[in-house]
């Protein structure tokens, strides 16, 4: 957390108000968040840069320079990226600071610190942050159900497992894919090496709804994100697994219970999701 959606909604709630603008000062408060280049050459060659375009790659946030540099920042657990007016109440743990020519400031804060930045030269070849590992986007015209069966069925794993790795699904966590199995009525601790080509297929075709769902209500808020304007996601009254336990299952009535799979809190309905 945050997961896709929450990621892409902070690039989209950036852009308006971020690109365009140039960086004149960085304030790096905690040096060890900036994994690449070191904080202090990191400070140096970002500042005076115009910002040209906000993407995401999985659940990295990218802030594309005019250089061709790109600003690459991972949240983590409890990361914030917020573009705000320097009078606005500096959160307590905020660790980089990007004053902006257009009077605002582009903060990076971290309770926990495990979130990190990283600036990637133009032309430089990434071999630090991770992404290179990142498998297809959910969104990409070539995931299916066949792309599934393809990377996991010979795999001895839980398909809860298996649609988290980030190498195979770029972006999908915890919370989504609790609610990915739950609409699809497959149970979490199911093996990918007994998964029906009807399960495939109910998996593959759940993804993208439920990720645009929670993109058209701003990410899901449960306790630390916000998106690039401070704002509290909307899509938690959404839910219909994660964070249910004890409560009835919407769709047929039964309790639904939380289990652990691969040390993760896993919610479900034992009826639905035989």
């Not at 804060?109 to 495990?114: G, H, L, S």
Request: positive net charge.
């Amino acid at each position: 957390m945050p997961e896709l959606p929450e990621i892409e909604t902070v690039k989209r709630t950036l852009e308006p108000l971020i690109c365009g603008t140039t960086i004149i000062k960085s304030q790096i408060i905690r040096p060890e968040i900036v994994a690449h280049p070191g904080a202090a050459e990191f400070r140096e060659r970002i500042c005076n840069q115009r910002i040209a375009a906000t993407g995401r790659r999985g659940k990295y946030l990218l802030i594309h320079l005019d250089s061709g540099d790109t600003l690459i920042a991972h949240l983590r657990m409890t990361g914030r990226m917020l573009c705000t007016p320097p009078e606005h109440p500096l959160h307590p743990h905020t660790h980089a600071i990007f004053t902006l020519d257009n009077g605002r400031e582009l903060r990076f804060a971290d309770t926990r610190r495990f979130g990190r930045l990283w600036l990637l030269g133009a032309g430089e070849s990434d071999d630090f942050s991770g992404i290179h590992r990142l498998g297809i986007e959910p969104f990409d015209q070539a995931f299916g159900a066949a792309y599934l069966k393809e990377k996991l069925s010979r795999r001895h794993i839980a398909i809860k497992q298996g649609i988290l790795d980030q190498s195979v699904i770029a972006g999908l966590g915890n919370i989504y894919a609790d609610e990915v199995l739950f609409a699809a009525a497959v149970a979490p601790f199911r093996r990918t090496d007994s998964m029906t080509d009807t399960q495939w297929q109910s998996v593959a075709a759940a993804i993208c709804p439920i990720l645009n769902s929670a993109i058209s209500r701003n990410g899901t808020t449960f306790s630390d994100y916000l998106d690039g304007a401070g704002r509290e996601g909307e899509n938690m009254p959404y839910l219909q697994a994660y964070k249910r336990a004890g409560r009835a299952c919407n769709r047929c009535g039964e309790t639904m219970v939380r289990t652990k799979i691969g040390g993760r809190s896993t919610f479900y309905c034992p009826n639905c999701q035989k």
